[in-house]
């Protein structure tokens, strides 16, 4: 069964020249969304700027607002282009997967080379230097799961030495609902305030000295199931419209105190950043991988098993953590990559999440937000978090020009970036987000 098309075929190229230079994030074989405003003018006459929806394409944005006024499309295509064209990007994928195929279809064909429609778009490209980008949709609500399986291992194992896997980890995927109004695409992130215990174990209030980050990957929900009707895991995907990047920043000290009985609250709730991009499990198609599990692993209860989800359910994501301190943009030093680690390394894949999510009749709807948890790799270097790295904080990574982090200081700046790379595909990325640690 072949999940590519011929928006996918390698040898696809772009009349924008900027798409077709080898190791860009947005080729013409991807093609995500996003709302933006122009840049330009008065702070003031920005915001009061309707948001329009985009597709990226090279170092440019595709204004689809323009793209709908201004060019000629099928007559299939106008209603698709109707929501977008008024920043309404879950009205499109409220849609439906049908629409989402035909819209990738109908903007490939005219953003390829040789396209009729070339000389029309021309004029709807906007540099994305030049675009004030926006959360791509209200995000009605926010749960992480725990999908990373070697994080999970790696912070149990300080917790737990003998026994770093709680029993219920490999029979279900954990979560827990976060806070979706404390959201945003990435900039300044205010270091929280909060109990946190000290050594006579009464506990202090104050700055929390144990900032870190957490490697993700976000799921958005484009189609919302009906409260009591749980969606079965061969029709899941049809519920996920796209994957974004994720940092679900986490003040580790106030986690430590408040997490028992109920888990994470005000250590996690302050901030999550998420990169712009929305890229469609359609663009992913190439990248798609079998989901297996460790020999010795119990197989999944049937609601979370099927055919489809074993040969095609992993995705190969390369996902990277990058670094830059306040000192060392003073000095003029470049961010250092500290981890690197792979969307294959989840224990679960989205369509589980996504089925097991409603499996006791939670509804969720279109614009919903999911978190993957923390990705992290087997070996060293491959932690998603300082907590991992670092060893809880008693083995200090070491900078350039000598600084050494066992967690976030004021002034850090967290960037996260992610691709897709495989043999006979073309190359494609999620961008990236950066926050910068601010004090409390």
Known sequence: MSLTDATHAPTLRSWVESANVPGCDFPVQNLPLARFRPAGGAAEAQ???????????????????????????????????????????????????????????????????????????????????????????RIGDFTDFYSGIHHAVAVGRQLRPENPLLPNYKWLPIGYHGRSSSIGLGGPVKRPQGQTRTATGEPRFGPS?????????????????????????????????????????????????????????????????????????????????????????????????????????????????????A??????????????????????????????????GCNLQVGDLLGTGTLSGPAAGQGGSLLELSLGGRQPLRLPGGEERSFLEDGDTVTLRACCEAPGAVRIGLGQVSGTILPA
């Not at 029309?120 to 675009?131: N, V």
């Not at 712009?276 to 460790?294: I, K, S, Y």
């Not at 010795?296 to 055919?307: R, V």
């Not at 000192?327 to 792979?342: D, I, K, V, W």
Request: with cysteine; aromatic share 8%; net charge negative.
């Open 209 to 325: 000295r144990r900032m870190d980050y957490e490697l993700e990957l976000g799921l958005w929900v484009g189609q919302s199931n009906r409260l009591g009707e749980p969606v079965p895991l061969a029709q899941a995907e049809d519920h996920l419209f796209g994957v974004t990047l994720l940092n679900d920043w986490s003040a580790r000290d106030i986690q430590a105190w408040e997490s028992v009985p109920l888990g994470p609250f005000l250590a996690k709730n302050f901030a999550t950043s998420v990169s712009p991009w929305v890229v469609t499990l359609e663009a992913l198609a190439p990248f798609r991988r079998p989901f297996t599990r460790p020999a010795g692993d119990p197989p999944p209860l049937p609601y979370l098993d099927g055919e489809f989800n074993r040969a095609h359910g992993a995705l190969d994501i390369r996902l990277e953590v990058w670094l830059r301190t």
């Open 327 to 360: 000192r060392m943009r003073e000095q003029g030093l470049a961010a250092m990559r500290l981890s690197h680690s792979n969307a294959l390394d989840a224990y679960w894949t989205p369509a589980q999440l996504l089925a097991h999510h409603t499996s006791n």
């Open 47 to 137: 915001e009061e700027e309707p948001l329009r929806v985009g597709a990226a394409i090279g170092d440019q944005v595709l204004d689809l607002k323009l793209a709908a006024q201004l060019c000629p499309w099928a007559d299939a295509m106008d209603p698709l282009l109707e929501p977008l064209a008024g920043g309404d990007l879950a009205g499109f994928m409220a849609m439906g997967q049908p629409a989402w195929k035909m819209l990738r279809a109908g903007l490939s064909a005219a953003l390829a080379e040789g396209s009729d429609q070339g000389p029309f778009l021309e004029t709807c490209l906007l540099p994305r230097t030049e675009a004030r980008f926006a959360l791509p949709c």
